[in-house]
Structure formats: structure tokens, C-alpha cells
């Protein structure tokens, strides 16, 4: 429940909020996405949507609630999703991470793949792309034949927008001043138009799949994963929806496969029943639920809403 009214005293004299506007746009938000904005986050939203407001031709925030609420908010709901998650990224962001994969997780992930192996990534909560690609980089680093296996990386978000700049694969200069020494020569392309931009090459673009998922709703995968980053994700969920993601991904990996999280996240005591903590943010998924996910894709196919990255 909101606190005292005192709380809603107006950050903006353009579009004041009342409690009960700001609770139902949040529970709508947390409904959604599994994130709970609280009351701390209330200048960032005011911020963020009064700038929509404007777009929209609103008299206010009570207004927006009811077109949010409405038949038609559907398409705004995605809107306000865009504008109120956070999607701070940038390429090898956690170097370590790619160090520590390259290291001691692909080589055995390339032998397989050679064997005949399907192998898998998938990089959850990717934003506008960069985790994704740089996962394609280390690949055709270690693997520079990895188009010719069954190797590809699938890259998920909640926003259709930055998404959208993730399948374009140009950025900009200066998303680009700190890779890695010979990464920009090697797997990016310049744009002839714009000199100021690069694309990334083909055969990156080729590895990678983008999709659109809420991690909150159902995961239509047709196949288990071999290595998985959520990294700076799972930190914005209430408890009780970092448990059920646990499990999710438990269910969704195959015994001995990888789970990298952010600098700053950790399973809880109750997860790691299903893992075990190897090195810095990895885990390594333990062998007592693949039955149990075996069952889970299977539902999934019967459906018709499983999809092969």
C-alpha cells in the first residue's frame, strides 16, 4: 500500500501523481515485468514518463493510468516498458566473464560442436546487442569455423526497441572506443554512409538470433542450453521471482552447463541445491532436474510456441 499522502507532494508542476496513479502504474509495470519500482524509483518515472505524456497530448498521469488500463494499451504498455527498464550495456562489459569463457568453457563447447554436438548460448536480458555479439566474437575467436556447426547464440530481451538496434548490429564510434585490442578491425565493418558508424560483420550477425521474451512468462525453447548469461538482470526481480528464475533455468540447462551472473548478483542458498558456484559469478548447473526439464520442453513443443535459436 502507498505510504502517506505526503510522499505525492508534486516532483513536477507540469504532471503532479497521486498515490493511487502511481500504485497502479507500478503494479501494472511489476504485473509485467517482475520488477518492482517501489517508491524510491518515483523521480525516475515521473521523469521518464512525463517526457511520454507530452508525446501523447495528456492532461496528466491519471489519464495515462486509464490508457494504460484500457483495450488499447497494449502497444503503450510496451512504450512505458522501454522507457522504465534499464538497459546499460556495452561491449566484453565484465571482461572476465569472456576471459574466464574462453579459458575454460569453450574449448570442451568447440570439441563437442566438432563431434557433431549441438551446442547453445543464450545471453538473457541483451539489450541492444553487445553482450550477444561479443559472445559471437569470443566464439569465432576460439572457433573461426563456427558456422560451419551447430553452434548459435540466442539473445532475448523484454524491449522491442533496443532489440530493434541489436538485429540492425550498427553502432557508433563511440560505443566502440574501449574493445578490445584488434576487435574492431577484425569483426566490425564501417558504414560507407556514415563514417561515424560501424556494422558488425556478417558472420557474427549470422551466429546470433534475436528474439523477443519476458523472462517473467513462459520460455518456448525447444532445447536445453549449454551456456547462459543474465547478468545485471535477475538484481531488479522481487525474491520470489528470482527463485522461480532459478529454477527456470536450472530446468532449461544441461548438467555441467554454465550460468554467468553480474558482478553483483548471487544465487540464493535455496538455488544452489541445482548449482555450484565455480569461480567468479559462474555456476555450474548440477544433474538433478533434467528429467524434470526434459518434461517442461516437451510441453512446450506440444504447444506449438517452442522455437530452436
Known amino acids: 500500500m502507498p505510504r502517506e499522502h505526503s510522499d505525492f507532494r508534486p516532483l513536477s508542476e507540469e504532471f503532479p501523481i497521486s498515490a493511487g496513479d502511481y500504485l497502479a502504474i507500478t503494479e501494472q509495470f511489476l504485473s509485467n515485468t517482475g520488477i518492482n519500482l517501489g517508491?524510491?524509483?518515483?523521480?525516475?518515472?515521473?521523469?521518464?514518463?512525463?517526457?511520454?505524456?507530452?508525446?501523447?497530448?495528456?492532461?496528466?498521469?491519471?489519464?495515462?493510468?486509464?490508457?494504460?488500463?484500457?483495450?488499447?494499451?497494449?502497444?503503450?504498455?510496451?512504450?512505458?516498458?522501454?522507457?522504465?527498464?534499464?538497459?546499460?550495456?556495452?561491449?566484453?562489459?565484465?571482461?572476465?566473464?569472456?576471459?574466464?569463457?574462453?579459458?575454460?568453457?569453450?574449448?570442451?563447447?568447440?570439441?563437442?560442436?566438432?563431434?557433431?554436438?549441438?551446442?547453445?548460448?543464450?545471453?538473457?536480458?541483451?539489450?541492444?546487442?553487445?553482450?550477444?555479439?561479443?559472445?559471437?566474437?569470443?566464439?569465432?575467436?576460439?572457433?573461426?569455423?563456427?558456422?560451419?556447426?551447430?553452434?548459435?547464440?540466442?539473445?532475448?530481451?523484454?524491449?522491442?526497441?533496443?532489440?530493434?538496434?541489436g538485429q540492425n548490429a550498427v553502432y557508433q564510434k563511440s560505443n566502440l572506443l574501449n574493445l578490445p585490442h584488434g576487435v574492431l578491425e577484425k569483426f566490425f565493418d564501417p558504414v560507407p554512409e556514415n563514417p561515424d558508424s560501424f556494422e558488425v560483420c556478417l558472420a557474427a550477425r549470422q551466429l546470433v538470433s534475436f528474439k523477443k521474451l519476458n523472462l517473467v512468462e513462459d520460455w518456448p525453447f525447444s532445447g536445453f542450453f549449454d551456456v547462459i548469461l543474465c547478468r545485471n538482470v535477475v538484481i531488479y526481480f522481487e525474491n520470489t521471482t528470482q527463485e522461480k528464475l532459478w529454477v527456470q533455468f536450472a530446468k532449461h540447462m544441461k548438467p555441467n552447463s554454465n550460468l554467468y551472473l553480474g558482478h553483483s548478483e548471487r544465487l540464493s542458498p535455496s538455488a544452489l541445491k541445482n548449482f555450484r558456484s565455480v569461480g567468479d559469478t559462474r555456476y555450474v548447473r548440477a544433474h538433478n532436474l533434467l528429467n524434470s526439464g526434459r518434461e517442461l520442453l516437451g510441453a512446450s513443443r506440444e504447444n506449438g510456441v517452442a522455437y530452436e535459436p
Not at 524509483?41 to 496528466?60: Q, T
Not at 565484465?94 to 570442451?108: I, T
Open 39 to 165: 517508491f524510491s524509483k518515483r523521480p525516475m518515472l515521473l521523469a521518464r514518463l512525463s517526457k511520454r505524456l507530452r508525446v501523447l497530448g495528456l492532461s496528466g498521469f491519471g489519464e495515462y493510468r486509464r490508457l494504460l488500463e484500457s483495450p488499447n494499451g497494449q502497444s503503450e504498455l510496451e512504450q512505458m516498458i522501454s522507457l522504465l527498464t534499464t538497459n546499460v550495456t556495452r561491449f566484453f562489459r565484465e571482461g572476465r566473464h569472456f576471459e574466464d569463457l574462453a579459458a575454460n568453457v569453450l574449448p570442451d563447447l568447440i570439441d563437442r560442436a566438432r563431434n557433431g554436438d549441438r551446442i547453445r548460448l543464450w545471453s538473457a536480458g541483451c539489450s541492444s546487442g553487445e553482450e550477444p555479439f561479443s559472445l559471437a566474437f569470443t566464439l569465432l575467436t576460439q572457433c573461426p569455423d563456427a558456422l560451419d556447426l551447430d553452434i548459435k547464440v540466442l539473445a532475448t530481451d523484454i524491449d522491442s526497441q533496443v532489440l530493434s538496434k
